[in-house]
């Protein structure tokens, strides 16, 4: 077995690596997920190690010692780190010729000509699932015979393999939290919505609805969501119980955790039965009964994509939900006591400025607890890409972030340019939190915790700081 590193790379101050399955940048309060893709073939490999550099606040020179005590290094990386991953994997060559380096992520496995074209450093790209194929280059199996693996042979071609089988049973993966245990600071991982310190994992891959921007579903996932059976997950939880006793919330990444109302209503009793406090990803269509059941077994919080108060917006993003429908279940949230972290995304196909009117009008109705508010991202490898370089909205850039991490409008149209896109964002954040309603709950929450009035104080800081650097454009 190789000694093998699963790295995510040193980058800016404050980059979210670890939300790779997602938007990778700077939030507009620090956060940070963990790289549950890189544990989970962590865990699938004896003697292995993971390294989250940037939410352990780690520079080069802390990690390059590790290219003397490797055989392989496997980084994450993604569309808007690629060119700083392939730096790093420059200089880890650099130290030790013989280190053999592969990417993971979507942005590989979408373009894993494009990727091992971009500098010799790289030896291999994984594409799709990468778990299993990892785990057999770390076996030192021939990467003639690997499924699903893209590599430079000793003459210096590129060979592609054919596509590993996608992963039907979700059992054979190995618990990621022991490897979080083992090699991670669990206090180093926390967003402004969620209970800290907090545990993060996947009980299934795959979404099944078809939103044209989202990119893992797209590129790795998949659409047929597969899952864990309850009892699996339910020991891992177990052990994080047991072993992990600082951790205040389970949040369960799966991109839509409510695609099966039945499991997801059997999983929720077995939590109760636990009195574990968790939260998920879930759409805003959750029937008032699934919600019941899911709050009576000890769920606090739901992270749900709204994205747009427009129904055209909707439909041209191929969401799957009616506004009305959001409306109902947001109110159905509130009635229970389940809190909602809301997301939304300015520049979609057919925003207008009266659309964005709609859409922060529409938040402030529905009044999730808190929001975040993104730019459309046309990452490459989604249909939103395709249709956005075919139309001319942007020129097919991979540069979606400023020097300072934070989001550049991409999407530029004849009636709404790129710039006053971005600026509704600011004004967006503004016109939600800066009201009298929503400061007398942020002000009433930390008054009843003295834990909770730090936190926000510092994110109040973080915040206010994050609308500063978003002035900070690149030309």
């Given at each position: ?149 893209s590599y430079r042979n000793e003459a210096g071609e ?231 370089t075919e139309n001319g909205w942007f020129d097919g ?39 009298p309603r929503k400061i007398g709950a942020i002000v ?32």
């Open positions: 077995m190789m000694r093998s590193l699963f790295l995510q790379a040193p980058s800016f101050d404050g980059y979210d690596g670890g939300a790779g399955a997602r938007y990778q940048m700077k939030r507009e309060v620090r956060s940070f997920w963990y790289p549950t893709w890189l544990a989970q073939p962590a865990a699938m490999v004896p003697g292995s190690k993971l390294i989250d550099a940037p939410a352990h606040d780690l520079g080069w020179d802390d990690i390059k010692s590790e290219a003397f005590e490797r055989d392989l290094i496997v980084l994450h990386t993604s569309t808007p780190s690629f060119r700083q991953d392939l730096h790093t994997a420059e200089l880890f060559k650099a130290l030790n010729p013989k280190l053999k380096i592969g990417l993971i992520g979507a942005k590989v496995a979408v373009d894993a000509q494009g990727a091992l074209e971009a500098s010799t450093a790289i030896d291999f790209v994984c594409r799709n699932e990468f778990d299993f194929t990892v785990k057999e280059v770390a076996e030192e199996r021939p990467w003639s015979e690997i499924e699903g693996i590129i060979v592609h393999n054919p596509d590993r089988a996608i992963l039907t049973d979700m059992d054979q993966l190995p618990f990621v939290s022991p490897i979080y245990k083992r090699d991670l600071t669990v206090e180093k991982y926390f967003g402004g919505y969620l209970k800290h310190p907090y545990v993060s994992f996947y009980t299934g891959r795959g979404c099944k609805s078809r939103c044209t921007f989202c990119l893992w579903p797209q590129t790795v996932g998949g659409h047929n969501y597969r899952v864990r059976s309850i009892p699996h997950v339910i020991e891992e939880v177990k052990y994080v119980m047991r072993e992990m006793p600082e951790v205040k919330e389970i949040f369960f990444d799966d991109d839509t955790l409510t695609d099966n109302l039945p499991r997801v209503e059997e999983l929720a009793r077995e939590l109760g039965k636990l009195g574990v406090t968790w939260s998920c990803n879930a759409k805003a269509n959750v029937p008032y009964k699934t919600l019941k059941v899911m709050k009576e077994g000890g769920c606090r919080l739901l992270l749900v994509g709204y994205e747009s108060g427009n129904q055209q917006i909707l439909h041209n993003i191929k969401k799957g939900l009616r506004v009305d429908v959001a409306r109902q279940f947001t109110k159905d949230c509130h009635a229970l006591g389940i809190v909602i972290h809301g997301t939304f995304i300015l520049g979609l196909p057919g925003e207008t400025l009266e659309t964005i009117e709609e859409t922060i009008n529409y938040a402030k109705e529905i009044d999730p607890h808190t929001i975040q508010v993104s730019l459309a991202a046309p990452y490459p490898g989604t249909f939103l890409y395709k249709q956005a850039t991979d540069h979606l972030l400023t020097d300072a991490g934070t989001q550049l409008a991409q999407l530029s149209y004849p009636h709404l340019p790129a710039e006053v896109i971005f600026d509704k964002v600011e004004e967006f954040y503004k016109r939600f939190y800066f009201r009433a929450e930390m008054l009843r915790d003295f834990d909770m009035l730090k936190r926000r104080l510092r994110e109040g800081v973080e915040f206010f700081t994050f609308l500063r650097m978003r002035k900070v454009k690149e030309a």
